[in-house]
């Protein structure tokens, strides 16, 4: 049975991104801001509107009355890489760090990176550095970033959605070296992908309405029911690391749909004890066949910690999805 769930309303400042590209920066923080002065409110759903049961507070509702906010996204151009010859492996070695013909036994320590393409435009990514057991390491791909660790052996292994046919993933490790793989995944232009990323403890979460799914039934597709429709939902990054990087990446097959379809796209944000009465930021990329790549930032001020246990939906991260049959 689906738990209680309360949905309030709140502000929330939001900034379409210039451009999407390999973003990378050190010392563990993510990716550049993007400047914008936009300002739009959180577009809330009151509860019944949700199929979801709505507990008043003991004194008094919540004002569920909401403005949607429309979002204007520029056209923006994704860097062109498709001149960029493929190499499975190289190795990102800062010079003042690392002389290999110098000295050969640190050039043992140089890490590895192998990307291999699989079904569903998603890459098999091996991380591999004998110098670097229990390490925490950031994947970046085209704009996306998350941290993982690798094991007692050095070793990490990972499924990626990729965002880009030509698609290039850089492994670094906060000592600061690092390796660069490639793949070709033809398959990403018939895909639809909405990526969420974030750092820290900001609880936020996609969630796809296929067709007319409500809440909890089929079609409704979000990290408690990952492969719950047509699409299907993947967490990427490591829970238990300090100050997680984390994403979430949803995608629709639109190049093998067989019938007309919607897909309603939102972010919940659950407000905790952790995140209670904080600034939260997070951003979203969203790639299609059907339209350019398109990024916007989150900045949000969650409500007082009496309101722990309840949710915000945002309605203004994604376009929601339009699906016509092939």
């Known amino acids: 049975m689906l738990p209680t769930r309360k949905l309030l309303t709140a502000g929330a400042t939001f900034s379409a991104a210039l451009a999407i590209g ?91 990176m192998f990307a291999t393409a699989q079904g569903n435009g998603l890459v098999d990514l091996m991380v591999s550095g004998a110098c670097f057991s229990n390490a925490r390491v950031t994947i970046h791909h085209q704009g996306m970033m998350f941290a993982a660790a690798t094991d007692s052996q050095g070793q990490l292994n990972l499924t990626v959605p990729a965002l880009s046919e030509n698609a290039m993933f850089i492994a670094s490790f906060d000592q600061g070296m690092g390796a660069v793989a490639t793949a070709q995944v033809p398959e990403v232009a018939n895909l639809e992908r909405a990526v969420l990323q974030w750092q820290g403890d900001a609880a936020v979460s996609i969630h796809a309405f296929e067709g007319s799914a409500a809440f909890g039934e089929l079609g409704h597709v979000w ?22 990087m984390l994403a979430e990446v949803y995608t629709f097959p639109a190049g093998t749909a067989t019938t007309d379809q919607q897909v309603a796209l939102s972010v919940e944000a659950e407000i905790t004890i952790a995140n209670c009465g904080r600034d939260v930021a997070a951003q979203s ?42």
């Not at 993007?34 to 019944?48: C, E, K, T, Y």
């Not at 010859?85 to 760090?97: D, F, G, K, R, Y």
């Not at 990290?223 to 690391?241: C, H």
């Not at 990024?295 to 203004?316: E, F, H, I, S, T």
């Open 285 to 326: 990329i969203q790639i299609g066949p059907l339209h350019d790549a398109e990024a916007v930032d989150l900045q949000l001020r969650m409500p007082d910690c009496d309101a722990v246990g309840d949710y915000l939906v945002l309605k203004n991260m994604f376009e929601d999805l339009k699906i016509a049959a092939k």
């Open 22 to 112: 390999f973003v990378m920066q050190n010392g563990g923080a993510w990716a550049a801001r993007f400047g914008a002065d936009d300002q739009h409110n959180v577009a809330v759903l009151p509860a019944q509107d949700l199929g979801l049961a709505y507990n008043a507070p003991s004194m008094s509702a919540p004002d569920t009355s909401y403005q949607v906010a429309e979002l204007s996204l520029p056209v923006m151009d994704m860097p062109n890489i498709s001149d960029i010859t493929p190499t499975l492996v190289a190795a990102v070695i800062p010079e003042q760090e690392l002389d290999v013909a110098a000295d050969p036994i640190d050039a043992a320590c140089v890490p590895e």
């Open 223 to 244: 990290l408690g029911s990952p492969e719950n429709g047509d699409g299907f939902l993947i967490e990427l990054g490591d829970r238990s690391l300090t100050d997680p």
